[in-house]
């Protein structure tokens, strides 16, 4: 269960900056005044929880969880990996969702229009809960690259969007998982926006054999860091009453 | 050189993009895949305390809204008590409110969107006084590259948000404003409005939590 504590403050030297003129958007989407500091109340370490029972049998399987007529097309793949805080502990049973393109790099959503086709029997989302060690796994297929307003020539690297929750509110994040040897990565302003070299290629995920199916699928790991929580060796009571 | 104290790092933030909707809130992307969908739907006809509706459009620096921004919220019940274990207060657990939400901006308006209930007074940190109903935010979008957090308090409550531990830290005291919700009646709804400023003379009061 979570502890009533505080969680460590957010090293903001490994995360994007908000104002990256690298990738436009980000101009006119970034607040310029400093964020205000403020120590966690009960509004920042606690959040939402969710339950097992929640879960439908083929949320983590995105191969299956739309498929009418045939299974997804594209390069088969099993993503897994553990959900840890920054002690190292594993964080278990807490959400994670996920989202990505097609094989071919077109979403399916209404206001994608790239001219890639749509797969009938891909839809693109999962979710699942990490288990009582913060191991989690979903089955998928390979997402595509595909180009974006930019520069005129922009591509995205293969990405798989990630959304997680952790214990408390103040450990929400939001991610993308890129691949192993995609030669679009140096070229990514996406990716480009984090400043710290170490930091951004802990987002690649290596290709793991051992972790395949073979002669089925094939199994990239990516291991995600939460926030850690204070242990209070000396008393520092949070609540008030 | 010392030992290493051998913690790990956060995993990097990276923005939602445009399509956050397909693994959020897929219905909104144009297709069904879930058999229940996750924070649309907040209360339940057993949910205590007074109902309510928070809108608002999210403004970017040119003065234009955000029309493909993801909002949740988290909060307390109507007796001021979180879901979840790390609350030790001693006020009753509502069955019927987990107390988040989410909600895409509308495609066009850009307008956010959730019925939800007033949530309580919430005990602050020790030594310091009850936190004033409030609502926490957290704000993602295309071009957001790490989530935004915020708090929406309510206007009508003035003798307890002159209270509040958080609003008075914050200086220069005019920007307490910037997390004002304004109550509204419509339709015999009570709605609160809270438009949200990315930059500019307005820009909204954001946490670093």
């Known amino acids: 269960m979570p502890r009533e504590s505080e969680f460590f403050q957010r090293d903001r030297t490994i995360h994007p900056p908000a104002f990256t003129p690298c990738y436009k958007t980000s101009v006119l989407r970034s607040p310029r005044l400093p964020l205000l500091s403020l120590q966690n109340s009960l509004s920042e370490v606690t959040g939402p929880m969710f339950g097992a029972h929640e879960l439908g049998s083929l949320d983590n399987d995105l191969i299956l969880n739309f498929a009418k007529d045939g299974e997804a097309i594209g390069q088969r793949l099993i993503v897994y990996g553990r959900v840890t805080d920054e002690t190292g ?153 | 050189m010392v030992p290493p104290l051998g913690y790990l790092k956060e995993t990097a933030s990276q923005t939602a993009g445009p399509y956050v909707h397909i693994g959020l809130l897929p219905r909104q992307a144009g297709f069904e895949v879930f058999a229940n969908s996750f924070g649309e739907a907040m209360v339940g006809p057993k949910t205590r305390g007074e109902r309510i509706g928070i809108e608002g459009v999210i403004f970017d620096g040119a003065g234009a809204p955000l029309r493909d921004a993801m909002v949740e919220i988290w909060q307390a019940n109507a007796a001021g008590r979180y879901n979840h274990a790390a609350d030790l207060q001693n006020k009753p657990i509502d069955d019927e409110f987990r107390g988040w939400g989410r909600s895409g901006c509308d495609f066009e308006t850009g307008r956010y969107c959730f019925r939800t209930i007033k949530p309580g007074p919430v005990v602050g940190r020790s030594g310091h006084r009850p936190m004033a109903p409030h609502v926490n935010l957290w704000i993602v979008a295309r071009g957001i590259n790490i989530g935004l957090s915020t708090r929406m308090y309510f206007a009508d409550e003035e003798a307890a948000n002159a209270a ?46």
């Open chain 1, 89 to 241: 502990a594993g964080v278990a049973n807490t959400l994670l969702e996920f989202w990505q393109a097609n094989a071919g790099g077109r979403y399916r959503h209404k206001n994608d229009r790239y001219l890639a086709p749509l797969d009938p029997n891909f839809g693109g989302c999962g979710r699942t809960l990490t288990d009582a060690e913060g191991a989690y796994a979903f089955r998928t297929i390979k997402p595509g690259p595909y180009p974006w307003r930019n520069f005129v020539n922009s591509w995205r690297p293969a990405h798989i969007h990630f959304s997680l929750f952790g214990t408390g509110f103040a450990q929400r994040l939001i991610t993308q998982m890129y691949f192993e040897g995609d030669p679009l990565l140096a070229h990514d302003p996406m990716f480009g926006t984090i400043p710290d070299r170490e930091a951004a290629m802990r987002l690649v995920a290596p290709l793991d054999l051992n972790a395949s199916v073979p002669l089925d699928t094939l199994a990239y790991r990516f291991d995600i860091v939460l926030r850690g929580r204070r242990s209070t060796l000396f008393e520092n009571k949070l609540q008030g009453n």
């Open chain 2, 164 to 209: 509040d531990p958080v609003l008075n830290i914050i200086e220069p005291a005019a920007r307490r404003k910037t997390l004002m919700g304004q109550r509204q009646a419509r339709d015999q709804e009570v709605v609160y409005s809270f438009d949200i400023y990315l930059q500019g003379e307005r820009e909204t009061v954001f946490f670093d939590i």
